[in-house]
């Protein structure tokens, strides 16, 4: 079955540019997606990218595909305190029905 | 608009009790989801429902169950709760199976069984 995984940690200085990087196992994937969980709430998505791109790119957010690799990143630029949260990235890929598999969450934190 | 709400948003349960949890959504959407969520472990998805009236197992269903009786609807039941279910529940919902679908998270819900 697929797989996600993804650093656990990354701190970063406000101002500076934040990349959370995110491998995966199966290539079916046809979308793959960023949500991020503020503290005490559920998940919202950020972003997503089809596999047949290698690059999206929106406001201060970059994602970039490296499907040869099955290497997923998130590229925040600019970072804000506000941007402290952790960070989900996940797998779309079709079983009996459409589903989404989770990695763990990298957990970024601003300094200011 | 209140999209995804999940009751109650704490518990506390002793081993061998029974409780369970109410997820609704005002969205209109089809698909709905139980997820818990681990630390070091991300969210793993428990059951899911493809419709009103359908339930489907999903990655870690043991010692759950769930029922879609309404389409707004989606409970998760635990009839024999154990420490290893101590966790922190999410309900999410989208519109269909169709990529790249959204999926709407509802705040969560802790539980801790002692």
């Known amino acids: 079955g697929e797989d996600v995984e993804q650093s656990l940690f990354l701190s970063v200085r406000e101002g500076d540019s934040s990349v959370i990087n995110c491998t995966y196992t199966?290539?079916?994937?046809?979308?793959l997606y960023w949500y991020k969980q503020e503290p005490g709430a559920g998940l919202q998505l950020l972003t997503y990218?089809?596999?047949?791109?290698d690059m999206k790119q929106d406001q201060r957010l970059t994602v970039l595909l490296n499907k040869k690799d099955k290497h997923l990143s998130l590229r925040i630029a600019d970072t804000q305190t506000g941007d402290s949260a952790i960070y989900f990235c996940a797998g779309g890929f079709m079983d009996s029905s459409y589903k989404l598999i989770f990695g763990s969450g990298t957990r970024l934190l601003v300094r200011p | 608009n209140a999209g995804v709400t999940q009751t109650p948003k704490f518990r506390v349960l002793k081993t061998g009790q029974s409780m369970t949890l109410l997820c609704a959504q005002d969205m209109n959407h089809e698909y709905m989801y139980w997820y818990r969520q681990d630390p070091g472990m991300g969210l793993r998805l428990i059951h899911y429902?493809?419709?009103?009236?359908?339930?489907a197992k999903g990655e870690v269903p043991d010692g759950y169950n769930v029922s879609r009786l309404k389409k707004q609807n989606f409970l998760l039941g635990l009839e024999s709760a154990a420490p290893s279910q101590t966790s922190v529940y999410f309900c999410a919902s989208s519109l269909d199976d169709r990529g790249p679908g959204e999926l709407f998270f509802g705040e969560g819900s802790r539980l801790t069984v002692l």
């Open positions: 199966d290539s079916s994937s046809t979308y």
């Open positions: 429902s493809v419709g009103e009236g359908t339930t």
């Open positions: 990218i089809f596999s047949n791109m």
